[in-house]
């Protein structure tokens, strides 16, 4: 009899480094080549196939005597293929429960080091998305703020608790693209406010906000959050600065900025990325050197390696390393524009869907269908 392992357990394997299995990834060849777990090897199934010699040839030379793990998309495919396996006289079989799904919905933490003993941030990374979430504390009041949270709330509140935090304010750094935002059922559940940056009043939105304007600030403790506006991956963008850490949503990323076209259309990217450029240049990079750059997103590639970290790791570097390594700060503003506007990377799925949502216009109609709407990699970068 075959047997199962969770999403969670496949993730602790992968991380310990631990050659002991091969992960035979049933999906077609086109949805394994866009997203796929590291490590795993593709052998397309059918949900009505029977495992035929060459998949059988393919999977035992893949194997070498090892545990063989199977996964597709939401755990049905592989089920069989494992069932197949298994009594084809395969020993060691154990499906991956809800498959990609179930992985896409995995998360990490880490602490990031900060200059104050008071201020508390964690950051939250969505694993296989790579979405990046903020819980930033004063733990000499006991209150906190969550920022960019994703549609799992549950973590922030108990992450606060365990902290002793209360959780005072919810924050989006802007209207997203290639996930649902969890920011206004988070506040609306904790009965507290939820801000936007204030020219998110111009985007029809349907939900209620507190519109946050450049250079305002909430209190925490007794810290202060300022805003700075950041229009150019969308018009409402905006940073968020506490102490020696800068949250920058998707303005600024460790590698790259954020695309322009996501809001404003194929014909209005170029006025996105003039406001790109103005927003690197007049603002972020108008900061300290010494900053701490926590953005909205890491790179996740096809393969599920991170860019700039491994999961676990703090998605995070100074201001100046970012400056040093981004090559658009050396271009002109009209090269700037043309790299934006000619190199636009595949739009995230179903992004007009995520959008209209976060903007409370759509709704889904379970966690089901949510889930498939967010399933694949993010894909906010230009």
């Not at 002991?20 to 009505?48: C, K």
């Not at 920022?147 to 959780?167: K, M, N």
Request: glycine share 10%; aromatic share 6%; proline share 3%.
């Amino acid at each position: 009899m075959f047997g199962t392992i969770t999403a969670r357990d496949l993730a602790a394997r992968l991380d310990s480094g631990v050659e002991n299995y091969v992960l035979v990834d049933t999906r077609p060849a086109e949805s394994y080549d866009s997203w796929r777990v590291t490590g795993a090897e593709n052998v397309p199934f059918g949900p009505a196939e029977e495992l035929d010699d060459e998949q059988r040839d393919r999977i035992t030379e893949l194997a070498n005597g090892d545990e063989i793990l199977t996964i597709c998309g939401k755990g049905a495919t592989s089920t069989r293929l494992a069932s197949e396996l298994d009594a084809d006289g395969f020993s060691d079989v154990s499906v991956v429960t809800g498959g990609m799904r179930a992985w896409n919905e995995l998360y990490e933490t880490a602490t990031v080091e900060t200059a104050s003993e008071n201020l508390l941030v964690e950051q939250f990374q969505r694993r296989a998305k790579g979405c990046l979430s903020y819980l930033v504390g004063s733990e000499r009041a006991g209150e906190a703020i969550v920022v960019d949270p994703t549609r799992h709330t549950d973590q922030y509140i108990t992450t606060a608790a365990e902290h002793g935090l209360e959780i005072t304010g919810v924050l989006d750094t802007h209207v997203h693209a290639d996930h649902i935002s969890g920011g206004r059922d988070l506040a609306n559940r904790l009965g507290v406010p939820y801000y936007l940056g204030e020219k998110a009043t111009e985007r029809d939105l349907a939900v209620d906000f507190e519109p946050l304007a450049d250079g305002e600030t909430l209190s925490i403790g007794d810290g202060e959050i300022e805003t700075l506006a950041a229009p150019g991956h969308t018009t409402e963008m905006v940073a968020y600065r506490v102490d020696d850490v800068v949250l920058t949503g998707d303005s600024l990323f460790l590698d790259s900025v954020g695309r322009t076209e996501l809001e404003f259309g194929d014909e209005g990217a170029e006025t996105g990325a003039r406001m790109q450029y103005d927003t690197l240049h007049d603002t972020l990079l108008e900061l300290p050197d010494e900053l701490t750059v926590l953005p909205g997103h890491v790179t996740v590639h096809d393969d599920g390696t991170y860019a700039n970290a491994s999961p676990g790791e703090l998605v995070g570097t100074t201001l100046g390393d970012v400056r040093d390594r981004l090559d658009l700060v050396d271009l002109d503003e009209e090269t700037f524009v043309e790299r934006m506007v000619d190199n636009v990377p595949a739009k995230p799925d179903n992004y007009e869907t995520i959008i209209a949502i976060n903007r409370g216009v759509e709704n889904t109609r379970n966690a089901t269908e949510a889930t498939t709407l967010e399933t694949g990699a993010n894909n906010c970068a230009a």
